[in-house]
């Protein structure tokens, strides 16, 4: 089984930031990619940003030039720094892996609980 625990939510407000970090454990063979996905009330989850296992980033329209998404490949961990945020940043986030946990299996999506962000105006 593969874990994903995030950290760093919380209230803050307009035009502050938030650093979130999620770290992966468990049975992992390699990673091949991580992101970060966000969920408001009443809307669909969306994806916030993705990289790769090569370092190579994605990011929605609406965060860029924001947020930053980096990784530590040794700790497993994916991290979000959130910059400027808006109080249309509020969300539960979710962290994603695409895990693969044998050197013959194919990768599959984790998902961890997610963490509050709430941004006050």
């Known amino acids: 089984q593969v874990q994903l625990v995030e950290s760093g939510g919380g209230l803050v407000q307009a035009g502050g930031s938030l650093r979130l970090s999620c770290a992966a454990s468990?049975?992992?063979?390699?990673?091949?990619?991580m992101g970060w996905y966000r969920q408001a009330p009443g809307k669909q989850r969306e994806l916030v940003a993705t990289?790769?296992?090569?370092?190579?980033?994605n990011y929605a329209d609406s965060v860029k030039g924001r947020f930053t998404i980096s990784s530590d490949s040794a700790k497993n961990t994916v991290y979000l720094q959130m910059n400027s945020l808006t109080p249309e940043d509020t969300a539960v986030y979710l962290c994603?892996?695409?895990?693969?946990?044998?050197?013959?299996?194919?990768?599959?999506?984790?998902w961890g609980q997610g963490t509050q962000v709430t941004v006050s105006s």
């Open positions: 468990g049975s992992i063979f390699s990673i091949n990619a």
């Open positions: 994603n892996a695409k895990v693969r946990t044998t050197s013959w299996g194919l990768a599959y999506d984790y």
């Open positions: 990289i790769t296992r090569g370092g190579s980033t």
